[in-house]
């Protein structure tokens, strides 16, 4: 029976921050039940170069029969799988992992699209309202250099008027976009990955070495049964 390793890795589920609290893009349950699904298995399998029919394949089987997914809290879980060698098994578990992410990613893709697009808006309304605050104030000069001392007029009234208008837009511009880099901040908004490197095992998880002993032990009795009767046998025919 040949050898096998296991990898784990701890997943942290992506999330969406809406500016109050955290979205997770996919519940727990959820994302272990897609573990078992054909579609995630098959373009699990495609990236690892097989073709997902194939799955009398042996690495095919080992790999469907040992990948498993279990909720560890609100918002991790934790993923197992086995390989032949310490290497496949653990280029196997980072290409469920990264099957995994294209899967949240395209699911969070609207979300940050709509994000990115407001973010275009708001720098578009603040461009706008900062070239109009030029124009204002360089209006404003004007009128001041052309009436010298001579007071304010309803003209020069009315400009103040809007400057302040404008500067008060400018800041609930500057509030907003604020508020939307708050939510593409990385550490807010992030896709499904790992939480700390995969961990493959040192030695064999399989075949159990109890098992094989037990299997040996079994095997050496049967060998002395069958001994001991042929040599009854024997014995039996000479008499």
């Known amino acids: ?36 699904t054909r579609g995630f298995q098959n373009a699990a399998l ?16 080992l790999l469907l029969k040992s990948a498993r997914a279990k909720v560890v809290s609100s918002d991790l879980i934790e993923v197992d799988v086995n390989g032949f060698s310490p290497d496949e098994a653990q280029r196997d578990l ?30 578009q309304l603040l461009a706008d309202a900062q070239a109009r605050s030029t124009r204002l104030t360089g209006e ?31 800041s609930s511009i500057r509030q907003r976009k604020a508020e939307i880099l ?12 790992p939480l700390e490197p995969i961990v493959v095992s040192d030695a064999p998880v399989s075949p159990k070495r109890a098992v094989m002993l037990f299997a040996g032990l079994i095997a050496g009795i049967g060998l002395v049964l069958c001994w001991a009767l042929w040599r009854a046998d024997g014995v039996a025919a000479r008499s």
């Open 1 to 36: 029976m040949p050898r096998q390793w296991e990898s784990t890795a701890v997943v942290r589920i992506g999330q969406l921050f809406n500016g109050n609290s955290a979205t997770l893009v996919e519940m727990p349950a959820n994302v272990v039940a897609r573990f078992d």
């Open 46 to 61: 495609k990236r690892l170069g097989f073709n997902p029919d194939a799955r009398a394949d042996s690495r095919v089987k």
């Open 94 to 123: 980072r290409t469920l992992i990264d099957q995994l992410g294209e899967a949240h990613q395209a699911m969070m893709a609207p979300s940050l699209q709509r994000l990115n697009a407001d973010l275009n808006e708001v720098n």
């Open 182 to 193: 708050e939510q593409l901040d990385p550490q807010r908004s992030f896709n499904t990955r």
């Open 140 to 170: 404003a000069d004007r009128q001041l250099q052309a009436k010298g001392n001579g007071g304010s007029s309803p003209e020069g009234l009315i400009l103040t008027e809007l400057i302040n208008d404008n500067a008060r837009e400018i």
